[in-house]
């Protein structure tokens, strides 16, 4: 049984990588990525060895009980797209305790698995000062790798289980916004602690508290034994084999559950009327755009990446004003950045977003130009009073409203160079996304760097196109208030260019490559 | 308009000649043994002096690659006004890819298909615009509710928001959807969904439609209802071109057929020559190479504890 798991899990990976170079190479860059993950660790770890047992005591635990966390909460948040759910095999009739276990065995053949694994393995030279902390480590290593493993596949059960309707999976994306932001402060205070002077008292203190929990218990057990505490070491190692018991009673029991119980079923409500098609022409464009507002609120894709418009400013402004920059000039940092999300994140791949449904406007001889401007139009309709009321906003607390011009400009240039660079990028090249009605966070089949790498790309592009309306607002500043104006028509000149440009081009791509545009979401 | 078809199919050059009108699709299954192979000729002697009907759907050399496997194979196909027109052939054998380079949902690697006389990949518009479209197993745009997708079919199409609801009323009642129109097409059944795409592909009034799997999963009931809604179509000058996996069913409605085997032609024309005194179904397994004999599974009569 076991066996045939493991070689089921292979074949699964081997076929990952029959695929067309370019996701291959984002493959290979990932598991590189991956191993050079694991590598800075070991390295770390083997150089811990050298140095004064309560520090490495400190770093040792605190970083294994982050870790350790991870593995149980990042596939609750962010649901994993999972290969062997043990759903798949319920018509096969194994016996429970054979299949999750070789389930468990089968998902040591991951990159998370395979990192860890490396880790606790590492962690045995750290700890290697004496028998009895060397005999804990090896002890503990095997431990560490069962916590993870079991606790990974126990939250990505209960994810697939709890959340397997279709509303409660729309759900799941907006809860995992939430725990986001909850988390925020944390990593703010985290970041805003004085590291160099501080820090270590800071990570003793995290360590002292989480190695009496599971989580960091596993990892304390032999730091504690080289510190000379023997009998709290006994107690930790205690500690971490009961709690692999319970996960290991709480994954066979989920996996009993999960062999008899099918698929829940959502309750089906009516919608009366034809909601925002009623309020737009009745063209093909003014469909697609009342259309494109339907799966905004609908689709929740659409809806996480609307979510995070308002809260991805929170970062650079959190992080500026640590570093010490005046409130009044972050004032000017938000809008800009939603805008730009805005743009971005509904429209540059939207193609991929419908996946096959996209037939639909190739069998209806929708040109390209009403398929981009229909896609355009509800960013337009959001993201241009965003950008006036937002520069109204940001002036007021700004308080010299002589660069208003220039605010509003830039503002304004944003929204429609990333409009027009979105609608471009979103039929040249397009990336797998996650299937409608998956879990917006689940990772597409075949996500690859390429796409980070377009992604960056036209990032860049679009500040690039920006940079001539902050050098005139720069001068506006600094000199004569009329270079302000200047700025806005800059902005306006620039951004109406890209705006027509891009969706010019756009359209006239989706006219000549749409077949092949079906076919990439097919296959997909 | 009408000029004389050039020669197909090779396996039956007799195949062509009898473009009956469509209303007598249906023969009952008593006339099947009369229905003599020969008989065909008698027949073209006599619709040789009818006119022939237009010319709506004609595929020349129409062939797809993938990479090294041919997928299709230089088809050549003519589909006139009228026609019920079923394609059949087992798994695999390129009825989709077929159908979806008759749409301009992918592009052939060699040939032409115009509709109505219009190219479908140098003038899309007009080609486009006189063909309804139902494909298999694509997606459609399913966070809409049943009255939003077929507006959203109906608009794309160029019609005016007035004549869809209409339009969308009269499709509802007659394929029974009318309970289902509010409600998301992705909480739809399986047979639902096929309806009401089924529904979307005719709002237009096209004169070709070309549907891939239209009965597949759909109940018995709404099959009868469909069937009966595209007889009346092809009754009244509109042209059906559908495959399908159900020989019954095909045997049933339409009056033209043709068997696609690895991606080529092996029999077409109408449903009688292609019959051959035969069912449907036994003249299709013997073309598509014979029953196997299911030998050696005898370990299947011996049950395991």
Redesign the interface.
């Known amino acids: 049984m076991v066996a045939q798991l493991l070689r089921l899990k292979l074949q699964l990976l081997a076929n990952a990588f029959r695929r067309r170079p370019l996701q291959l190479v984002g493959m290979l860059l990932s598991l590189l990525y991956g191993m050079g993950f694991a590598l800075v660790i070991v390295v770390g770890l083997v150089l811990l060895r050298g140095v004064d047992p309560m520090i490495a005591r400190s770093i040792v635990v605190s970083c294994g009980s982050g870790a350790v966390l991870g593995f149980f909460l990042l596939p609750l948040a962010f649901g994993v797209d999972d290969t062997v759910d043990a759903r798949k095999f319920a018509v096969l009739g194994i016996a429970t305790t054979k299949l999750s276990a070789g389930l468990l065995v089968a998902a040591l053949l991951s990159v998370p698995s395979l990192v860890i694994t490396t880790v606790a393995l590492t962690q045995i030279v750290t700890w290697s000062r004496g028998v009895l902390p060397t005999v804990l480590a090896i002890l503990s290593g095997g431990l560490i790798v069962a916590t993870c493993v079991i606790g990974a596949r126990v939250s990505t059960a209960i994810a697939a289980f709890l959340l397997s309707s279709r509303r409660a999976r729309d759900t799941t994306g907006i809860i995992s916004v939430i725990l986001v932001v909850a988390l925020a402060p944390a990593f703010i205070y985290l970041a805003s602690v004085d590291w160099s002077f501080n820090g270590l008292n800071v990570l003793a203190r995290i360590a002292n508290a989480a190695s009496w929990t599971p989580l960091g218990a596993v990892w304390a057990a032999p730091a504690d034994a080289a510190v000379g505490s023997v009998g709290t070491a006994w107690l930790k190692l205690l500690i971490a084999i009961a709690f692999v018991g319970l996960l290991w009673l709480g994954w066979r029991a989920l996996t009993a559950k999960m062999l008899v119980t099918p698929q829940r079923q959502a309750v089906v409500k009516t919608i009366t009327g034809l909601g925002w098609f009623g309020r737009f022409r009745g063209t093909p464009t003014g469909a697609i755009a009342a259309r494109s507002l339907i799966y905004w609120s609908r689709d929740a894709r659409y809806r996480v990446s609307l979510i995070i418009v308002p809260i991805v400013p929170i970062l650079p402004v959190v992080a500026l004003a640590i570093a010490g920059v005046h409130t009044t000039l972050l004032a000017l940092v938000p809008v800009p950045i939603m805008l730009l999300f805005l743009a971005w994140s509904t429209l540059h791949n939207d193609v991929a977003y419908d996946d096959t449904a996209v037939w639909l406007h190739l069998a209806s001889g929708t040109t390209g130009r009403q398929d981009r401007w229909g896609r355009a139009i509800p960013v337009l309709l959001v993201g241009l009073p965003l950008a006036i009321v937002g520069s109204l906003v940001s002036t007021q607390i700004w308080g010299n409203w002589q660069w208003f011009p220039s605010i509003f400009g830039l503002n304004v240039c944003i929204l429609f160079t990333g409009i027009g660079l979105s609608s471009l990028i979103s039929v040249r090249f397009p990336y797998p996304v996650v299937k409608p009605g998956d879990s917006p966070f689940a990772q597409p089949q075949a996500s690859g760097t390429a796409s980070s790498l377009i992604q960056s790309l036209s990032f860049f592009a679009l500040l690039l196109l920006a940079v001539p309306v902050i050098g005139l607002a720069a001068l506006g500043a600094l000199g004569d208030p009329l270079w302000h104006v200047a700025a806005l028509g800059a902005g306006l000149a620039i951004g109406l260019a890209g705006l027509f440009g891009g969706v010019g081009w756009g359209g006239r791509v989706f006219d000549r490559r749409a077949p092949e545009l079906l076919e990439f979401t097919a296959r997909n | 308009m009408d000029n004389e078809p050039q020669p197909r199919s090779p396996q039956k050059p007799a195949a062509r000649q009898n473009a009956r009108p469509s209303a007598t699709a249906r023969k009952p299954t008593g006339q099947r043994k009369s229905a003599a192979p020969r008989k065909a000729t008698s027949v073209s002697a006599k619709s040789a002096t009818k006119i022939e009907s237009e010319l709506i759907l004609s595929i020349v050399g129409l062939t797809k690659r993938f990479g090294d496997t041919v997928a299709v194979n230089a088809i050549d196909l003519d589909v006139r006004a009228g026609w019920f027109f079923g394609i059949v052939g087992p798994n695999g054998a390129g009825k989709t890819t077929t159908l979806s380079m008759i749409?301009?949902?992918?592009?052939p690697t060699f040939g032409t298909v115009s509709v109505h006389g219009a190219d479908v990949w140098s003038n899309?518009?007009v080609a486009?615009?006189n063909?309804g479209?139902l494909?298999d197993?694509?997606?459609?745009?399913?966070?809409?509710?049943g009255?939003?997708l077929l507006?959203?079919?109906g608009?794309?199409?160029?019609l005016?928001?007035d004549v869809?609801r209409e339009r969308t009323a009269d499709l509802a009642a007659a394929f029974g959807l009318d309970d289902a129109l509010?409600?998301?097409v992705?909480?739809y059944s399986a047979g639902m969904t096929k309806k009401v795409a089924l529904a979307?592909s005719m709002i237009h009034s096209p004169r070709l439609l070309v549907l891939d799997e239209p009965f597949e999963s759909v109940d018995p009931v709404s099959a009868a209802n469909v069937t009966e809604i595209l007889k009346k179509y092809a009754a009244s000058g509109g042209t059906v071109v559908l495959s399908s996996h159900s020989m019954d069913l095909v045997q049933r409605i339409c009056d033209h057929v043709a068997v696609i085997v690895n991606g080529e032609i092996l029999a077409n024309g109408t449903m009688d020559e292609v019959r051959a005194g035969e069912s449907l179904e036994d003249r299709f397994v013997e073309l598509a190479g014979g029953r196997r004999a299911a030998e050696g599974m005898e370990w299947l009569h011996s049950f395991s504890g």
């Open positions: 749409t301009g949902l992918l592009r899309p518009e486009k615009r063909m479209v494909p197993r694509l997606r459609l745009f399913d966070r809409l509710t009255s939003q507006y959203y079919s608009v794309l199409r160029g005016t928001p869809v509010g409600r998301l992705t909480d979307a």
